[in-house]
């Protein structure tokens, strides 16, 4: 260092005079000083060892010129740097030598770094041998700095080098270290070049040269390491695809934010999308989270390791615990704790560091009402308020940023926890948490839970803040602040009352949001069955009803609320006008100065943050405690038990079940269910039947043996893998291929043999994008038996050891069911050598299995071979016989004669020959099958060689889309329309004259301390016009306190009110445009994305915006007021408020452009992870079934963390902004300050004062003006996202005034060249239909999948509308009338039965128009009755969500229960009767033939032999009509598409 020079200056006789001449000054300041006394010098060491005192106070202060004096320079300012590098740089060293090598490359800055270095050790060491040598004779402290720099160079090098091959990049460490010794120089630079007329003069060139070299290699080295090297090779391997900045960012980087200014700089120029975001860094990964989660849970000391995080993998796996209970509170603290304490750390500086403020304020003050004191000292002091400011605000964005990123990790973990969980949930358990409120724990639990250790950061600080605001005013004002303390005191019941008071309003808001979601959850599950029905309008209402109980709550919530604002926000003022009243009444000899006044102000206004801040805490504190409670309550409720299933493989069985007992547990008022005396043993590869009436407990079975049943007697072993099939076909938003190897390797010769045996390739051939098709959501787009084929092609190409078949042919058509069964399923099916468990209603199929189970009433009647129950003329063989009887009029009459004593086993032989002629002729269906498709194909290829071209590959389900660039004016119009004129103007009149308030009572004050100053200190004060008693003065002061409070407290609660009024408006909008869309926009978005405008951007119209539009309004206002204010006070500070609020703006337009963006890509990814968490909840069993938990795991992480990107890079930016607005704020304090200091002679203390105040509280008003503007702006997206809903193109009216009441009166349908496409843009699937349908005449419309069976169901209720031609019914075209007169005056029993949650009554009669009497006659003809007469509750037995407490059977006759009660002239019957036994198919279409009589009635069906009676059938191929015709007439020409269909199906 250039120390060397000072002793030089001292020593040279040159100089003397001068000393003596500083001397005398120095003595002359001491001997003025009042509190001037003999004290004995505590640096006497140092001072003998520098031969001058070491520091002397009153030179450095008193003089015109600072200086700090040679010995310290020498020593002090050398020492303490040095100190710094060699106690955090050994620890480093050491760190690094641990670490594996990892060499980075040689940059220019490396170079760079060593090259300077050099320098200096060569410097340090030509000065000491120079001085060794032949120089002055140099003082021990020269000696030892020079040895200690040497020493601390050395260390300098080697961790640069030794950093360099072990991979380190950068080092805080060496930052922080130039920046302290630049500090540390500063002193002598001044006093080398500046100060005292310069000392660079008689000092000898070498120390002149040295000292300017090492000062300029200082200089270079700090600029060096602000920057970060290049990555080593290993690390560039190592990284993923797009590594965040902030892993190789330098420590300024870090604290300043820099490393965020690349996607701030490209989120200007053009708008983000989500391919610009950085990945998440490894240790805020979900997989990495989940890990250490697990390693929280389980207590596992050595998990902590890094090799053993390597090895670890997130697992499904619940990880066991000695406590029967996982306590999710004790588990985020020892996952967070770490990261928490050092966020606390920062947290507790930064908030010390602002109690330097109201002192340096004091100071400036004292300094303005003093005009004797030096002036650098005012200079000093505004450099000072500067930069204790600067610090300030760096340690508070360093906390925030941590703490922010620490919320997201736990909302991260709360999420995996949640999905998990609902991977491994009981029947039982699940009937308790329904989707909507499993995916409310992901999406609004988890956020507020991830709020906790902020929460607790300001718990610990704020009451901090207040207590040691009150010591210091208790410094200004005594005991007076007793008064303002005994007021914060009496406020504390009033909070906690509110406090309580919205904690209980909003567990009952969330429980009324949770049911509200889950309703619209099964609204748009089953949008298509409400459309049918037309109840839509039914359901809306009761989601309205709901909605307009959450409202209220919400309303007095807002009361709440408004009222908390009005406490928080006047309680600095009502402390402070307690306190100064207190103060002024007590003794006449207290005076109220300028400097007090201002002082306590700032105190104050410290305090006011913490007060206002604390009932916002305490509410957090509420909701984190309900959503803890809600996701403990879920992360604790019943798992199914791993261990009821189990392999044993000295079991010689595939499947074992003995002396089972299952049930499905259900609520008090359901009667339990249960499989009893269950025993079964099926063994290795064989075909094993169960049959059974509707409801007896075959699909019971099934789930016993995956563990689905409640096990609470006997022992189930499964020997091998499983692969299931459900009787509701469950896929995936994938492509068809993937839905059909789901996650195997792809083996194209047994894929392709998959394919056909399932009678998949003609699908394949018609799809224009083959089997790389996108299937929607819940395999939207495929009718229900192409999604059962696949799913049978899911189940057959996992190559499993067990089969377990849920009715997988109910959906299929009749020659295609045994085309599946010859190739798949039966004896010389591709599973041949499987062990296969049938469920079926096929009795055609069970001559052909090793054995049939007969369950009935949950229990096994008979177990046998297919011979061996018949001869036993049990219930097994009556129902045969049933089935038999059933076809007998279908059959020949040389079938049908039998002779013998044994009518049964002649049965059975005619069953068994006609099996083996199928069986021979098995080649032969199959040849025709194939040729059927090959014609088929060849048609389409013909036509669709070009379009599929560009068709090929496309999606059905498309990205969600998020909107780019700023908002639109025509949304905040929107919400502004829906908020109100009058509840938006007069908030804004009643917020401005609130403000205008508050700042009139500091003005008021200003005035009053200015007099009473001058006043106190005998001042003339004549050319004052202001004077007034202190009893005026407080009135005064007090009647603005009351007009804040009153205007606030009204602008905030009119706006509030105001916003839930836009959010109780869009809601009821969107809910009735949603139910008005049309059915393909269901088909091309999934649900989860429908929800979410529900839950989530609902969640932010109710909650966010309310409060972010206040505090807009709030500060907005505010700013514009205070600069008012200070421009008013000292108006020279006008000139630098320009280009200050200039700069202002320039970060404001960088930083909301990508704020914005951000927040539109989060929205968006939010999706889907919920549509993807909705989907797994619908097929947790066949996913469990298949254990592909895992791989349904790993998929929710990457969703998870994909959707966090936004998040992260979010709150990058939110810090980025942060500081540069807050140093806006700090320049306009310095600036004032400034001037204030410059024109002190113009300008008095109080309006220095004045000005500072306001300039103080300009700070964060700024930065929160910033912060709510871009909140505004980024939660109006909510507002923008619901408002696209509200604009899509909705379905016709839903009425039609000229409709006749009357109609339809006979029911007679006429199609005349109608054509229908699902979607613009896509083929015809019905081209050109021509027929008419008489009144009261029975069709049966049949046809291979595909051929457009459903599409004229469509049709017929509109829920597409026809392309061409035109279907009228009794001569009115149904184009011309409204959907619900059309759907409501028309019956329909839909394919897929869908029931909704509530009540039998509900689901029977939603509109309430009949009669407890009709809906028990329209029971016990759909043979219902008395499975519901079984239950206490009646008709108000509850239905479970989805109607899983149902059967698929039972559900089917609850739709036939509602077509009875319609008492339509119309029904259609699509393949209604496909899951129910034959027996209930008999008893449903004898209630049919006898019901609906009088009735037009369309039968879509699989089964032929249920159309056999119609007057005609309808035979559809490729959309067109290939045949019309009685069946009679069809049957008897053998050339017939009819006939061929009856031969395949063993009817004739």
């Known amino acids: 260092m250039i120390l060397y020079m000072r002793v030089n200056f001292i020593a040279y006789g040159s100089s003397s005079v001068n000393c003596k001449k500083k001397f005398t000054f120095q003595t002359a300041a001491l001997s003025m000083a009042s509190s001037a006394v003999e004290v004995q010098d505590p640096f006497q060491t140092l001072t003998v060892l520098c031969r001058e005192p070491f520091w002397n106070a009153t030179r450095v202060w008193a003089s015109e010129v600072p200086e700090m004096g040679g010995c310290m320079e020498r020593t002090a300012l050398v020492w303490a740097p040095s100190v710094l590098l060699w106690a955090f740089g050994l620890p480093r060293l050491a760190q690094l030598r641990r670490r594996p090598f990892d060499p980075t490359p040689w940059t220019l800055l490396v170079s760079c770094k060593v090259f300077f270095t050099a320098i200096l050790l060569a410097s340090t060491v030509t000065q000491m041998a120079w001085a060794a040598a032949g120089g002055e004779k140099s003082p021990p402290p020269e000696l030892i700095a020079g040895a200690v720099l040497s020493a601390t160079y050395s260390l300098h090098m080697m961790l640069i080098l030794v950093g360099r091959r072990k991979g380190a990049r950068s080092s805080g460490v060496i930052w922080l270290y130039w920046l302290f010794s630049l500090v540390c120089n500063l002193p002598q630079i001044y006093a080398f070049f500046g100060g005292l007329n310069g000392r660079i003069q008689g000092v000898p060139r070498m120390v002149a040269a040295t000292f300017v070299i090492r000062f300029l290699c200082h200089v270079a080295l700090f600029l060096a390491s602000s920057f970060s090297d290049s990555r080593s090779a290993i690390e560039k391997g190592d990284a993923s695809e797009k590594p965040t900045p902030l892993l190789q960012a330098s420590l300024p980087s870090r604290l300043f934010f820099w490393w965020t200014l690349p996607l701030v700089w490209r989120g200007w120029r053009r708008p983000l999308t989500l391919d610009d975001l950085w990945d998440i860094e490894p240790h805020n990964s979900s997989s990495t989270l989940a890990v250490q989660w697990d390693n929280a849970i389980s207590r596992d000391k050595d998990s902590t390791s890094p090799a053993y995080k390597a090895l670890r993998k997130a697992r499904y796996e619940r990880v066991t615990t000695p406590d029967s209970e996982v306590s999710i509170l004790r588990c985020m603290w020892r996952l967070a704790k770490g990261a928490f304490l050092i966020s606390l750390l920062f947290h507790i500086l930064s908030e010390g560091l602002q109690f330097l403020t109201p002192r340096i304020l004091s100071r400036i003050i004292r300094f303005m009402a003093d005009g004797d004191e030096h002036e650098w000292h005012g200079y000093f002091y505004a450099v000072s308020l500067f930069l204790s400011c600067g610090v300030s605000s760096l340690l508070r964005n360093v906390f925030s940023f941590e703490i922010y990123c620490l919320s997201t990790r736990i909302r991260s973990v709360i999420m995996t926890v949640v999905y998990r969980k609902a991977l491994s949930l009981s029947g039982t358990a699940r009937r308790c948490s329904s989707v909507g409120e499993i995916i409310n724990l992901m999406a609004v639990d988890a956020q507020i839970i991830g709020r906790i250790f902020a929460v607790i950061c300001y718990l610990v600080t704020l009451p901090v803040t207040i207590i040691v605001s009150i010591i210091l005013l208790w410094q200004e004002l005594g005991a007076s602040v007793l008064a303002g303390v005994a007021v914060l005191v009496l406020l504390v019941p009033l909070t906690s009352f509110l406090a309580n008071r919205v904690k209980a309003l909003q567990q009952a808001s969330m429980k009324l949001g949770d049911r509200r979601v889950k309703m619209m959850n099964e609204i748009i599950s089953g949008i298509k069955v409400l459309k049918l029905y037309a109840w839509e309008g039914a359901f809306s209402s009761m989601v309205d009803k709901i909605r307009k109980k959450e409202m209220d709550l919400q309303q007095k919530v807002a009361l709440c609320r408004a009222l908390n604002s009005f406490l928080s926000g006047t309680s600095p003022y009502t402390v402070a006008l307690a306190t100064f009243t207190t103060y002024l009444l007590v003794s006449p000899e207290n005076i109220l100065g300028v400097e007090k006044a201002f002082v306590s102000i700032s105190l104050f206004n410290i305090m006011r943050i913490p007060i206002c801040k604390l009932p916002v805490i305490i509410s957090d504190i509420i909701q984190v405690i309900v959503a803890l409670k809600r996701v403990q309550k879920f992360t604790n409720a019943e798992e199914l038990d791993p261990t009821s299933v189990c392999r044993d493989h000295s079991e010689a069985n595939a499947l074992v079940i003995r002396d089972g007992k299952f049930t499905w547990a259900g609520d008090e008022d359901q009667a339990i269910w249960e499989l009893k005396d269950i025993n079964l043993e099926v063994g290795h590869g064989k075909l094993v039947a169960v049959v059974g009436s509707v409801g007896s407990g075959k699909s019971s079975l099934i789930s016993a043996l995956l563990g689905e049943m409640r096990k609470l007697e006997g022992k189930v072993v499964v020997n091998g893998h499983v692969a299931y099939v459900s009787q509701l076909a469950w896929l995936q938003n994938a492509t068809l291929r993937d839905n059909i190897i789901w996650g195997q390797p792809f083996d194209e010769k047994r894929y392709r043999q998959v394919v056909t045996a399932c009678a998949l390739q003609q699908d394949l051939d018609m799809f224009p994008g083959g089997d790389m098709t996108e299937?929607?959501?819940?395999?939207?787009?495929?009718?229900?038996?192409?999604?059962?084929?696949?799913?049978?092609?899911?189940?057959?190409?996992?190559?499993?050891?067990?089969?377990?078949?849920?009715?997988?042919?109910?959906?299929?058509?009749?020659?295609?069911?045994?085309?599946?069964?010859?190739?798949?399923?039966?004896?010389?099916?591709?599973?041949?050598?499987?062990?296969?468990?049938?469920?079926?209603?096929?009795?055609?199929?069970?001559?052909?299995?090793?054995?049939?189970?007969?369950?009935?009433?949950?229990?096994?009647?008979?177990?046998?071979?297919?011979?061996?129950?018949?001869?036993?003329?049990?219930?097994?063989?009556?129902?045969?016989?049933?089935?038999?009887?059933?076809?007998?009029?279908?059959?020949?009459?040389?079938?049908?004669?039998?002779?013998?004593?044994?009518?049964?086993?002649?049965?059975?032989?005619?069953?068994?020959?006609?099996?083996?002629?199928?069986?021979?002729?098995?080649?032969?269906?199959?040849?025709?099958?194939?040729?059927?498709?090959?014609?088929?194909?060849?048609?389409?290829?013909?036509?669709?060689?070009?379009?599929?071209?560009?068709?090929?590959?496309?999606?059905?389900?498309?990205?969600?889309?998020?909107?780019?660039?700023?908002?639109?004016?025509?949304?905040?119009?929107?919400?502004?329309?829906?908020?109100?004129?009058?509840?938006?103007?007069?908030?804004?009149?009643?917020?401005?004259?609130?403000?205008?308030?508050?700042?009139?009572?500091?003005?008021?004050?200003?005035?009053?301390?200015?007099?009473?100053?001058?006043?106190?200190?005998?001042?003339?004060?004549?050319?004052?016009?202001?004077?007034?008693?202190?009893?005026?003065?407080?009135?005064?002061?007090?009647?603005?306190?009351?007009?804040?409070?009153?205007?606030?407290?009204?602008?905030?609660?009119?706006?509030?009110?105001?916003?839930?009024?836009?959010?109780?408006?869009?809601?009821?909008?969107?809910?009735?445009?949603?139910?008005?869309?049309?059915?393909?926009?269901?088909?091309?978005?999934?649900?989860?994305?429908?929800?979410?405008?529900?839950?989530?951007?609902?969640?932010?119209?109710?909650?966010?915006?309310?409060?972010?539009?206040?505090?807009?309004?709030?500060?907005?206002?505010?700013?514009?007021?205070?600069?008012?204010?200070?421009?008013?006070?000292?108006?020279?500070?006008?000139?630098?408020?320009?280009?200050?609020?200039?700069?202002?703006?320039?970060?404001?337009?960088?930083?909301?452009?990508?704020?914005?963006?951000?927040?539109?890509?989060?929205?968006?990814?939010?999706?889907?992870?919920?549509?993807?968490?909705?989907?797994?909840?619908?097929?947790?069993?066949?996913?469990?079934?298949?254990?592909?938990?895992?791989?349904?795991?790993?998929?929710?992480?990457?969703?998870?963390?994909?959707?966090?990107?936004?998040?992260?890079?979010?709150?990058?930016?939110?810090?980025?902004?942060?500081?540069?607005?807050?140093?806006?704020?700090?320049?306009?304090?310095?600036?004032?300050?400034?001037?204030?200091?410059?024109?002190?002679?113009?300008?008095?203390?109080?309006?220095?004062?004045?000005?500072?105040?306001?300039?103080?509280?300009?700070?964060?008003?700024?930065?929160?003006?910033?912060?709510?503007?871009?909140?505004?702006?980024?939660?109006?997206?909510?507002?923008?996202?619901?408002?696209?809903?509200?604009?899509?193109?909705?379905?016709?009216?839903?009425?039609?005034?000229?409709?006749?009441?009357?109609?339809?009166?006979?029911?007679?349908?006429?199609?005349?060249?109608?054509?229908?496409?699902?979607?613009?843009?896509?083929?015809?699937?019905?081209?050109?239909?021509?027929?008419?349908?008489?009144?009261?005449?029975?069709?049966?419309?049949?046809?291979?999948?595909?051929?457009?069976?459903?599409?004229?169901?469509?049709?017929?209720?509109?829920?597409?509308?026809?392309?061409?031609?035109?279907?009228?019914?009794?001569?009115?075209?149904?184009?011309?009338?409204?959907?619900?007169?059309?759907?409501?005056?028309?019956?329909?029993?839909?394919?897929?039965?869908?029931?909704?949650?509530?009540?039998?009554?509900?689901?029977?009669?939603?509109?309430?128009?009949?009669?407890?009497?009709?809906?028990?006659?329209?029971?016990?003809?759909?043979?219902?009755?008395?499975?519901?007469?079984?239950?206490?509750?009646?008709?108000?037995?509850?239905?479970?969500?989805?109607?899983?407490?149902?059967?698929?059977?039972?559900?089917?006759?609850?739709?036939?229960?509602?077509?009875?009660?319609?008492?339509?002239?119309?029904?259609?019957?699509?393949?209604?009767?496909?899951?129910?036994?034959?027996?209930?198919?008999?008893?449903?279409?004898?209630?049919?033939?006898?019901?609906?009589?009088?009735?037009?009635?369309?039968?879509?069906?699989?089964?032929?032999?249920?159309?056999?009676?119609?007057?005609?059938?309808?035979?559809?191929?490729?959309?067109?009509?290939?045949?019309?015709?009685?069946?009679?007439?069809?049957?008897?020409?053998?050339?017939?598409?009819?006939?061929?269909?009856?031969?395949?199906?063993?009817?004739?």
Not at 1104 to 1132: G, H
């Open 775 to 1548: 299937i929607g959501e819940k395999g939207i787009n495929l009718s229900g038996g192409q999604k059962q084929r696949v799913s049978m092609a899911r189940a057959a190409y996992s190559d499993a050891d067990v089969y377990l078949l849920d009715d997988p042919l109910s959906a299929v058509d009749a020659h295609v069911g045994r085309f599946i069964f010859d190739n798949v399923i039966g004896p010389q099916g591709i599973l041949k050598d499987k062990t296969r468990l049938l469920v079926t209603h096929a009795v055609t199929f069970l001559p052909r299995v090793d054995e049939v189970i007969v369950i009935k009433d949950g229990q096994m009647l008979e177990k046998g071979t297919y011979i061996s129950l018949i001869a036993k003329q049990g219930d097994f063989a009556n129902y045969v016989l049933r089935h038999q009887a059933e076809n007998a009029e279908e059959k020949s009459e040389k079938d049908l004669k039998l002779s013998g004593s044994d009518p049964l086993l002649r049965q059975v032989s005619s069953e068994s020959s006609k099996s083996s002629v199928n069986n021979r002729d098995l080649p032969l269906l199959t040849m025709k099958i194939n040729n059927d498709e090959k014609e088929e194909t060849e048609k389409l290829r013909s036509k669709k060689r070009v379009s599929s071209k560009t068709i090929k590959g496309q999606t059905l389900v498309q990205e969600e889309i998020s909107e780019t660039g700023k908002i639109s004016r025509h949304v905040y119009l929107v919400y502004g329309k829906s908020i109100g004129l009058a509840y938006a103007v007069v908030p804004l009149v009643f917020i401005t004259l609130g403000q205008i308030s508050n700042a009139s009572s500091n003005v008021w004050l200003s005035k009053y301390s200015f007099t009473s100053t001058n006043d106190f200190y005998g001042a003339n004060v004549t050319s004052s016009s202001f004077a007034v008693t202190r009893e005026k003065f407080l009135l005064g002061y007090g009647a603005f306190g009351v007009a804040q409070a009153l205007f606030l407290f009204l602008g905030m609660l009119s706006l509030m009110q105001g916003c839930l009024r836009a959010s109780r408006a869009l809601h009821q909008r969107l809910l009735q445009s949603v139910v008005r869309l049309p059915m393909s926009f269901f088909d091309t978005n999934p649900s989860g994305r429908i929800i979410n405008r529900f839950s989530k951007e609902i969640s932010v119209l109710d909650i966010i915006l309310p409060d972010v539009v206040c505090a807009s309004f709030d500060r907005f206002v505010q700013v514009i007021i205070k600069i008012i204010m200070i421009i008013a006070a000292i108006p020279a500070a006008g000139v630098f408020m320009v280009p200050i609020m200039a700069l202002y703006y320039v970060v404001q337009s960088f930083y909301i452009a990508s704020s914005r963006q951000l927040k539109r890509i989060a929205s968006v990814s939010r999706s889907p992870v919920y549509s993807h968490f909705s989907e797994t909840l619908q097929g947790v069993s066949i996913i469990r079934a298949f254990k592909k938990q895992q791989e349904f795991y790993e998929e929710s992480l990457r969703k998870i963390d994909l959707s966090l990107k936004a998040v992260y890079a979010n709150v990058a930016i939110n810090r980025w902004v942060a500081v540069n607005l807050e140093t806006v704020g700090h320049l306009i304090t310095f600036t004032t300050a400034m001037v204030g200091v410059v024109g002190r002679e113009y300008v008095g203390a109080s309006l220095v004062g004045l000005a500072l105040s306001f300039a103080l509280n300009l700070i964060s008003d700024l930065e929160m003006l910033m912060r709510v503007s871009a909140e505004t702006e980024a939660n109006i997206v909510s507002v923008e996202r619901i408002n696209d809903y509200l604009e899509r193109e909705q379905e016709a009216a839903w009425t039609v005034s000229d409709t006749p009441s009357a109609w339809p009166e006979e029911g007679r349908i006429s199609f005349t060249n109608f054509q229908m496409r699902y979607r613009a843009g896509l083929d015809l699937v019905l081209k050109g239909i021509t027929c008419s349908f008489e009144p009261a005449e029975k069709v049966g419309i049949v046809g291979r999948t595909g051929a457009g069976k459903s599409s004229l169901t469509l049709a017929l209720f509109r829920l597409t509308e026809g392309a061409g031609g035109e279907i009228d019914i009794d001569k009115v075209n149904i184009a011309n009338v409204g959907l619900h007169d059309l759907r409501g005056r028309i019956s329909i029993i839909p394919q897929d039965p869908v029931l909704f949650s509530g009540t039998v009554r509900l689901n029977l009669d939603p509109l309430g128009v009949c009669s407890d009497g009709d809906i028990w006659k329209a029971l016990e003809l759909a043979h219902l009755a008395a499975h519901i007469r079984s239950q206490p509750m009646g008709l108000q037995h509850v239905v479970d969500e989805g109607g899983a407490n149902f059967s698929i059977g039972q559900r089917q006759l609850v739709c036939l229960a509602r077509a009875l009660l319609r008492k339509s002239r119309v029904l259609v019957l699509d393949e209604a009767t496909a899951a129910v036994d034959l027996e209930t198919d008999d008893l449903i279409q004898a209630t049919i033939r006898s019901q609906f009589a009088h009735c037009t009635v369309l039968t879509i069906a699989h089964r032929l032999n249920t159309i056999m009676d119609s007057d005609r059938v309808l035979v559809l191929d490729q959309g067109k009509i290939a045949e019309f015709a009685p069946p009679a007439i069809l049957l008897a020409d053998p050339d017939s598409v009819f006939y061929g269909m009856a031969k395949d199906a063993g009817l004739v």
